[in-house]
């Protein structure tokens, strides 16, 4: 261990430990970090200045103390190089002794380690002349027991008893077991290959007697000799050749009896009948067999022979090869609704043959089988799952189009586009579509609709508005229509005349678009409905993470949502601009009066009404197609806009009027004529009072109107302004004397 130099003790209020520069791991940035934390970097400087200054005071005690030992030290090794040559000699003495002595013990290890190898090369010849005699004893043994037996054959009456011949077998394997474990030990000697057609003639002899006996003992039904066979074929080492036998003997002709083709395709329920009659080889031909072997419940742990699962390894790969030789037509995916019948029949025989098996094991086993793996190989499921997206892609394109057409009757959605999005989801997890491994694909391809739903949504927002009533709007339209983001093979369509972008874009009327929001929020509404729908069925696969699947929904519903605003500012707009297309006809009420000699307006101008039909209608024809707060927004921002043009154009009107009246009174003044009265003949209001108090007019009524449908004129943006400035006007018309 390592001598640790003692430090001079410092003052009690250092701020640090003097023993922590003495550490192997002292880090000096460690160290000012650490005490950064107690103290500031002065009062740190301060201290380990003082702590150098002490250590330079101990440093020169230490050396003055010892000073005679340093001023002596080179007098004290005079001398030493004297007395290191005396000690050379013997030294180099003992080294050549110490030598010779070690070269005699290597020679005695060597010889000791010679006389070993000799030994045990004798012994692993030894022990292969005694397992050469074990072979050769085992093989006489047997042979004689062979002899005697059918010497005993010969002379014995016909009624002896089969359970002496399993007995004698069991003798004879235990013989062959040892027989066989010292052959293989003695495996390339010569001996062994003189015996071995022995051993061949005894091995052929004892396979053909044990199937001879199995196959009497499944004839007869006998327990006991089927026991004693199993338990001889366990001893050999032989189960897989007594499980083969099995499947060879029993199943397969059951299966070939069994499974045929023509049958299946004849009868209506000739798959599910196949099946039902497979299913009962197990309770009727294999029940002997489970109870032997531990597979039935009702078998005496005592009795049994482990060691065989013959469901597993007999049964099962009979019927799987009777099924892929004798009904091939069985994995065909041409036609997806057959085979989706098919594939969920065959999945629930499968389910059924896995109860039959005895235990969780025989069921782990099952699974593992290459049979089992190959079986479920020949479902071609990608293909299955190709042929439904093409349905399902091609069928909602085609609703895609430009044509927009109404939803059939009886649908809770207005366009056929967003009936078939819902219907395409629908059938997606629908019993007669959704199969278990091809939850993540189906998974997928409801995305892919929402999302392409969302692209569709964003196209349509940018289409221009026609006038064309919905019923026109349903001819085709000769536009070229874009790429399917659902497109298995976006190449195919490549090179197919001009690109969509060259395109003009194809209208939209007024109703479509509003038919296309009311759609859009109610597909929004039902998408927790999907969630709903699709749980099920992932809980039944054993998926448990329904948070992530709810997350992603609440994903496509936020990429639909980004839709809405776009969406609700064209209606808006064209509300507003179909609005505006009657409200700018006041700048035709001058005309109206000017020199026409006309009464003193007492009603609103007819444009008024008009202006506010396509509100109306939007109240009226949609109310059960739209939500209330849905029209509210709408009816709001459209009239926000059309108020403000509106009361851009009224201002605009009044102030031309108050020009011409400002320009007539100069005009008077020049010519002071009373010609140059804008007084009509009758000498009652002027018409520039009479056009102002007609806006007034006009602007009180479509007031009153907006109150009707509902809405505050307080939440009408311009409209305080608007009425403000047409109070101005109709003040100055009724107070300004004639």
Known sequence: MEARMNLPRGPENLCFDKDEFMKADFDVDHFVSDCRKR????????????????????????????YADFVNLSTNLVGMDKALNQLSVPLGQLKEEVMSLKSCVSEGIQAVDDRMTKQEDIRRKKMCVLRLIHVIQSVEKIEKILHSQGTKELSSLEGNSPLLTGQVLERIATEFNQLQFHAVQSKGMPLLDKVRPRIAGITAMLQQSLEGLLLEGLQTSNVDIIRHCLRTYATIDKTRDAEALV????????????????????????????????????????????????????SEKA????????????????????????????????????????????????????????????????????????????????????IRFREIAGALEEALSDTLEEAPAGSSFCLLATHMVWTSLLKCWSDQMFLPLLAHRLWKLSLQILARYSVFIGEVSARPISSESTKESKKPVPVGRKESS????????????????SLPLSSISSTQLIYVAADLDKLQDRIPDILDMIKPKL????????????????????????????????????????SFAYLKSALEVPRLYRRTNKEVPTKASPYVDSALKPFHR????????????????????????????????????????????ESL???????????????????????????????????????????KMGLETSSIKSFSALAELVLTAKDQATTEPS
């Open 665 to 707: 009174k100069r005009l008077k003044q020049a010519r002071r004529t009373a010609t140059s009265n804008p007084v009509g003949t009758n000498g009652g209001m002027s018409d520039d009072n009479k056009i102002r108090l007609q806006l007034a007019l006009d602007v009180e009524y479509f007031g009153e109107q907006v109150q």
């Open 39 to 66: 103290v500031q970097l002065e009062e740190l400087r301060e201290d380990l200045e003082l702590y150098y200054k002490l250590l330079k005071t101990a440093m020169v005690e230490l050396i003055n103390k010892d």
């Open 539 to 578: 809980e039944m696969i054993g998926f448990k993470n329904i948070s992530c699947i709810a997350g992603a929904l609440e994903d496509s519903k936020t990429s639909l949502s980004a839709c809405v605003p776009t969406l609700n500012n064209r209606i808006i707009q064209d509300l507003s601009e179909s």
């Open 247 to 298: 499947g060879q003997v029993l199943v397969k002709p059951y299966v070939d009896e069994v499974i045929v083709e023509q049958y299946v395709q004849s009868h209506p329920n000739g798959l599910q009948a196949m099946y039902n009659r497979l299913l009962e080889f197990v309770p009727h031909h294999c029940r002997l067999l489970r109870e032997v072997t531990g597979g039935a419940i009702s």
């Open 618 to 661: 939007l109240q009226n024809d949609y109310r059960g197609t739209l939500k209330q707060p849905m029209i509210h927004q709408w009816l709001e921002g459209a009239l926000s806009e059309s108020t403000q043009k509106y009361y851009e154009t009224v201002s605009d009107v009044l102030s031309s009027v108050k020009k011409m009246e």
């Open 303 to 386: 009795d049994i022979v482990p060691g065989y699962d013959f469901l597993v390894n007999s049964v099962w790969p009979e019927i799987v090869r009777g099924l892929e030789e004798q009904l091939p037509s069985l994995f065909n995916p041409g036609n997806p609704d057959v085979f989706h019948e098919k594939y969920t029949t065959s999945m629930d025989f499968v389910r059924k043959f896995e109860r039959q098996c005895g235990s969780q094991a025989s069921v782990k086993r099952l699974r593992a089988h290459p049979s089992y793996h190959s079986f479920n190989n020949k479902w071609n499921l990608p293909v299955y799952f190709q």
């Open 486 to 501: 659902l497109s298995l093979n976006p190449s195919e369509d490549q090179g197919n005349g001009s690109s969509p972008e």
